[in-house]
């Protein structure tokens, strides 16, 4: 009887514990669900990076699924220093608030970069080499003509001299507080600086009155918008402030023009302002203006003139008027000028009276001869023999039965070209 009881009872204990810890792992499952769902982590801020954005460094750092823990995060992302991360020295996260954490990056100040062998070497303020990379980073101030001869991380670069240093530091600082970063800075073998922006060079000369140098530069950089060419400022000094800008003049031909606008800012195709107001005078001719201005043609075989005939005043077959397609099939060949300058489409000198040789294909321009392949055909239309001028070199002029020259002269087939007195 006792052991049975006993037995019940035992059994009843089991049972009750089994209870109990399934009631305690159930209160555990559901603090931990409530624990993960009521501090889930919904906004993160980002504080101190001005060389990733705020996704980069999200990505970068919250990795893993702890990183959606407002109170977590703090406690297993929050590293002094960043290996593997480039101008990071490192990074701690806090929680704001139950759904909130903040992630303050402690970045690395590079002031400017040189080129060394493959790569750009990043330095700061003080010199020291504090990252390296292939690509180039274009908010960073790079600078040429800065020569090392090794690079060891966190030592200082093996510079020669103070000065060139300082002098770095110096534009950099300007560069970055006015957001004006060349493309890159030169240093010559004097030393002397030159900064390029764009198609605009300004030479500062001697590290002497840079800060001066540097308000003027950017003062008058914005007014050159569009402009090539030198800004002078080597020669600025205690008794002279005298900037001179060398502008680089370049031919302008109808294919750069920048013009077509009126006084008042309207387009019209061939005013004579660009779309800032500043006068670039008439649109330049183009090749077919050239052509077409010059081009003696016109003229019917009867010698009148149509305006589309192919002949000149004097007769002589001068070919088509040019047109655009005719000129592009001529290529880079510019020629097709006489000596005289006139347009004949064949002739072996451009228009500024340079020799171009003959046009593409071995044509030769000839007083009254036909172009192209029907010019020697006794069948064509346009052959030698059957132009209605052609006496003017054989005579052939006839009347009734009987031959004649230009001049009336007889003349019989017999008689040669070489025979003739004149030659036309």
Not at 375 to 389: I, L, R, T, Y
Request: a negative charge; glycine letters at 12%.
């Amino acid at each position: 009887m006792r052991a049975s009881n006993y037995r019940k009872n035992l059994l009843i204990n089991k049972n009750t514990w089994k209870f109990i810890w399934g009631g305690l792992a159930a209160v555990i499952v559901a603090g931990v669900i409530f624990f993960f769902t009521y501090y889930k982590v919904d906004s993160v801020e980002v504080m101190g990076s001005s060389h990733y954005s705020e996704e980069e460094v999200k990505e970068m750092i919250l990795r893993g699924p702890l990183a959606s823990n407002s109170v977590l995060a703090p406690l297993l992302y929050s590293k002094n220093s960043s290996e593997g991360i480039p101008f990071v020295d490192g990074f701690s996260v806090t929680q704001i608030n139950r759904s909130t954490i903040c992630i303050s990056v402690k970045e690395k100040k590079p002031v400017g970069c040189i080129p060394y062998l493959d790569s750009f070497v990043y330095f700061d303020r003080n010199g020291i080499f504090i990252e390296g990379s292939k690509t180039r980073d274009e908010s960073v101030p790079y600078f040429d003509g800065i020569q090392v001869n090794h690079v060891i991380m966190n030592e200082k670069l093996p510079i020669k001299g103070t000065t060139v240093l300082n002098t770095a530091v110096a534009l950099s600082t300007i560069f970055q507080k006015n957001q004006m970063i060349p493309d890159h800075i030169q240093f010559d073998d004097n030393y002397q600086i030159s900064l390029l922006y764009g198609d605009i060079t300004v030479l500062l000369g001697k590290d002497k009155y840079l800060e001066d140098k540097m308000t003027r530069v950017l003062a008058i950089l914005p007014m050159l918008t569009g402009e090539k060419g030198i800004l002078h400022l080597e020669n600025i000094s205690e008794n002279s402030t005298n900037i001179n800008f060398e502008r680089e003049v370049s031919e302008v031909t109808a294919e750069t023009w920048t013009g077509g606008y009126d006084e008042n800012g309207e387009f019209t195709g061939d005013g004579e302002y660009d779309e800032n107001g500043r006068h670039v005078g008439p649109k330049p001719k183009t090749e077919l203006d050239y052509a077409l201005e010059n081009w003696v043609g016109g003229y019917d075989e009867e010698g009148d003139y149509t305006g589309a005939g192919e002949y000149d005043s004097a007769g002589n077959y001068v070919g088509p008027a040019p047109t655009q397609e005719t000129l592009d099939a001529n290529g880079d060949w510019k020629g097709g000028y006489e000596e005289d300058g006139t347009y004949t489409g064949t002739g072996l000198y451009d228009r500024e009276g340079n020799y171009a040789g003959e046009k593409p294909g071995g044509e030769v321009s000839g007083e009254g001869q036909p172009e192209g392949e029907d010019a020697d055909d006794p069948q064509s239309e346009d052959s030698w023999e059957n132009q209605e001028n052609s006496g003017e070199e054989y005579g052939g002029y006839e009347e009734e039965d009987g031959n004649y020259d230009a001049e009336g002269n007889g003349y019989t087939p017999e008689d040669s070209y070489e025979s003739q007195d004149d030659s036309y």
